[in-house]
Each structure stands twice: as C-alpha cells, then as structure tokens.
C-alpha cells in the first residue's frame, strides 16, 4: 500500500522558516517525481514546488521561485524549505507522487496519483 505522509507544518510569524518533509512508503520512489501542493480555504489546490525523477530537477510556481527550496533525500523522502514566510502562504500542504518514473515535474495535480494527508502550514502575527 503506497502512503505518503507529511510533517513540519505549524504556526509562524511572516518572514519566517518551516520545512515540511514528506516520506514515501510501500513504493520506490527515489526515480519518480514528488510534487508539493497547497489549499487555502475557499481557493483550489495549487502547485508550489516539485523535483524531477532521475535528474532532480525542480520546478517552482512564481511565488515560491527564490522563497523555497525542493530536495530529495533518498534515504528519508522530500522536503519543502520554506523562507521568508507571508501570510498569503498559509495553506494545507499536501505532497504528491508521480508513479511514472524519469519524467520531468510538472505543477499539474492530474499528474500525481498518490497524495498524502496533508500538514497546516499558518503564517500570522
């Protein structure tokens, strides 16, 4: 059974850090693309940030470009770096799996097959 499960979400003052991880389990995933996604209330589910398969590379919406950071780590999962926090950032991040491995990321939700639960990331003074 393939889950995924975030962690590192929590309440910050604007311009400040979280890192979300996202670990894998019941799938191989160290070849697939991880997307990371978010919800605020009232707004639909949008990409923010996601890592390739095979080479890596990442992906940004605008509004992470140069605020947050993508990685893998094969032994633990994917983290989401989150810097210099806003409160239009306060959502429900969620991580997602793409089963088709080597493919470039891509921000689109009808891409990723296996999401996790999701983790309150709240950004207020």
């Known amino acids: 059974q393939v889950q995924l499960v975030e962690s590192g979400g929590g309440s910050v003052q604007p311009g400040g850090s979280l890192t979300l991880s996202c670990g894998v389990s019941g799938f191989r995933s160290e070849y697939n693309p991880i997307g990371w996604f978010r919800q605020a209330p009232g707004k639909e589910r949008e990409g923010v940030a996601c890592i390739s398969g095979g080479d890596d590379s990442t992906n940004y919406a605008d509004s992470a470009k140069g605020r947050f950071t993508v990685l893998r780590d094969n032994a633990n999962g994917v983290y989401l770096q989150m810097n210099s926090l806003k409160p239009e950032d306060t959502a429900v991040y969620y991580c997602?799996?793409?089963?088709?491995?080597?493919?470039?990321?891509?921000?689109?939700?009808?891409?990723?097959?296996?999401w996790g639960q999701g983790t309150q990331v709240t950004v207020s003074s």
């Open positions: 997602a799996l793409d089963v088709v491995r080597w493919r470039q990321c891509r921000l689109l939700t009808n891409e990723y097959e296996y």
